[in-house]
């Protein structure tokens, strides 16, 4: 490519985690396989037109038009069935300018040329970014929920929802931190940055511009207290069940001990 070039980059997460073997058969079938593992996948559409589907949840389309990015996520949900809500959107930049140095900038990337190298960077932070942003929001809703709960418990002295509904509450959060750490791949650095220093800046500058880590720290720090006052709430709700069921064994041996006297009595007679 000639002269400097501006591409969009979107990117979308969905709640599910995805197979990107499974992915991959949605995209156009004469884009180029160039890279499929049981974690991500790669292919190219034309020079300057690029698709890659993690499996945690986020698909990046590079250069390619929106009408196409739209037919493969419909196409990804009516696979999926049923969403929560619907899938997280997210716009990016890369410009591509001959000679220049790689760089991150506040809402783009330059680098001097597009291979697949770049995209593979590019689509894995901006994934991880779409995917983290996706989860703020489920959180936000666990901790609004939350909330009201504790409200109820501090206004009305009682305690709404069953044991397992509670539960499930736990289970649901407790699978969001389990994404977010595979989402971050915290101890692992994409291969291509090992041997190249200049990819190895651009990987880690747009990990600080997107502040993947501070993000990360701040989810798992929320869902650590969530979890934890869900905890509390649970032990209350199986107290209280505990409580109905001793109440309930009194009022059975009382009922069974009068059946026993009415019994005697009127033997005697």
Request: glycine residues 6%; proline residues 4%.
């Amino acid at each position: 490519m000639g002269g400097d070039t501006r591409i969009a980059v979107r990117s979308y997460a969905v709640s599910a985690t995805l197979q990107p073997k499974v992915v991959d058969e949605l995209f156009a079938p004469g884009a180029e396989r160039l890279r499929r593992t049981k974690t991500v996948s790669v292919v190219r559409y034309g020079p300057a037109a690029w698709a890659a589907v993690h499996d945690f949840g986020a698909l990046v389309f590079v250069g390619v038009d929106r009408p196409e990015c739209e037919r493969v996520m419909k196409a990804l949900l009516a696979q999926m069935g049923p969403e929560p809500h619907a899938p997280l959107e997210e716009t990016f930049t890369i410009d591509v300018s001959p000679g220049a140095a790689p760089q991150v900038r506040f809402d783009r990337v330059v680098v001097p040329e597009l291979d697949a190298r770049v995209v593979e960077l590019v689509s894995l932070v901006v994934a991880q970014s779409v995917a983290m942003e996706y989860y703020e929001g489920d959180l936000d809703a666990m901790v609004t929920a939350l909330e009201e709960r504790s409200r109820a418990l501090a206004e009305e002295g009682t305690l709404r929802g069953s044991v397992r509904e509670l539960t499930r509450f736990i289970g649901r959060g407790m699978m969001i931190r389990s994404q977010v750490i595979s989402t971050l791949s915290l101890l692992e650095s994409p291969g291509a940055t090992w041997e190249n220093e200049a990819l190895d800046r651009l990987y880690r500058g747009m990990r600080a511009s997107f502040e993947i880590e501070e993000r990360y720290r701040a989810l798992d720090h929320e869902l650590r207290i969530v979890q934890d006052n869900l905890a509390l709430i649970v032990d209350m709700a199986r107290q209280r069940r505990f409580t109905i069921l001793e109440v309930t064994v009194a009022l059975l041996v009382g009922v069974e001990t009068l059946l026993f006297v009415w019994q005697l009595v009127h033997d005697l007679k």
